[in-house]
Every structure is written in C-alpha cells, then in structure tokens.
C-alpha cells in the first residue's frame, strides 16, 4: 500500500505558473503508475496526465496538452505536474493517484491523496 500527500497548490493569476509534487511513502513509488486528475465544483473528476511506473509512457488531456508535464522521480518517491499558461477552467482540487496496472487505464488507480486546491484569477 502507498499513501500519497499532493503540494504546491495555490492562488495564481492567469497566465502563471505553479509545479504541484506528490510524495509518496509506504511501498516504493516505483512498483506504480501514477496520475494527476482534478474536479471542479459542479463537475466530474477529470483525468489530468498520468505516467507509467518508470517514466517511459505519458498521457496528458488535450484540455491541457502543451502547457501541463507530468514527471516523476522515483528515487524521491515524488510525481510533479508543472503547470505553465494557467487559465481560470484549470482552477480545480487537483488530486494526485497511483495503483497496479496500465498508467493509461482510468481502473488501475487505487490509492488516492487528499488533494491541493488549485485557484486561477483572471
């Protein structure tokens, strides 16, 4: 099992950047996929940008496509989403996973973290 703690989360205005990590403890990061995903008030969960336990395949929403990268360094047991050109539909809680399985599949994320909330003034 691995418990996750997102940071990094903030108020920014339009146009700006913030890099959110995601520590993981328990068992090594490694042994999983990992992913970004964020909700809205009044809107379902939304998948972000997800990573494969070594790095090597990566999804990324069209939504955010261009100005989101997800990475991850699991010498650190530590995932990041750096988030530049930030506009005001990105204000969310944004929620860091990780589970067993295809990075690509929403199924494979079973463990969850807390959230950071993520706010953008225009």
């Known amino acids: 099992q691995v418990q996750l703690v997102e940071s990094g989360g903030g108020l920014v205005q339009a146009g700006g950047s913030l890099r959110l990590s995601c520590a993981a403890s328990g068992r090594p990061s490694s042994y999983y996929a990992m992913g970004w995903f964020r909700q809205a008030p009044g809107k379902e969960r939304e998948r972000v940008a997800t990573i494969s336990w070594n790095g090597g395949t990566t999804y990324t929403a069209d939504s955010v496509k261009g100005r989101f990268t997800i990475s991850r360094d699991n010498a650190k047991n530590t995932m990041y989403l750096q988030m530049n050109s930030l506009k005001s539909e990105d204000s969310a809680v944004y929620y860091c996973?990780?589970?067993?399985?295809?990075?690509?599949?929403?199924?494979?994320?079973?463990?969850w973290g807390q959230g950071t909330q993520v706010t953008v003034s225009s």
């Open positions: 996973a990780a589970g067993q399985g295809p990075s690509t599949l929403a199924t494979t994320y079973k463990y």
